[in-house]
């Protein structure tokens, strides 16, 4: 499973914030096995969706999302984690100890 975390500042963004930067956690069996930092360039941010399948990535945590797009991401097969639905996510918290 491959996980995005959007950030800026150390702190969970917007799907389309600029200067945004992007960690990409690889996980097997529980256990993170990889990870990428990655500066999106703005190509990557005019369309996204197609950038997070590229990357084959499952799921993705950021601060807030509009419907239409959360739905996108879904029918793409892209699980979507907001800043509401994190306060007792397990795998977040351990990824964030990661970050920080």
Do not use: C, P
């Amino acid at each position: 499973m491959k996980i995005a975390i959007f950030i800026k500042k150390n702190e969970l963004t917007v799907l389309h914030e600029e200067k945004a930067h992007v960690v990409i956690f690889n996980i097997e069996e529980d256990k993170v096995v990889g990870v990428e930092n990655i500066n999106l360039e703005e190509q990557d941010k005019k369309s996204i969706e197609n950038w997070l399948k590229q990357q084959s990535i499952n799921r993705i945590y950021l601060s807030e999302i509009d419907n239409q797009t959360h739905q996108k991401l879904n029918s793409k097969g892209i699980k979507v984690k907001t800043l509401e639905s994190l306060e007792n996510d397990k795998l977040f918290k351990s990824l964030a100890l990661i970050i920080s």
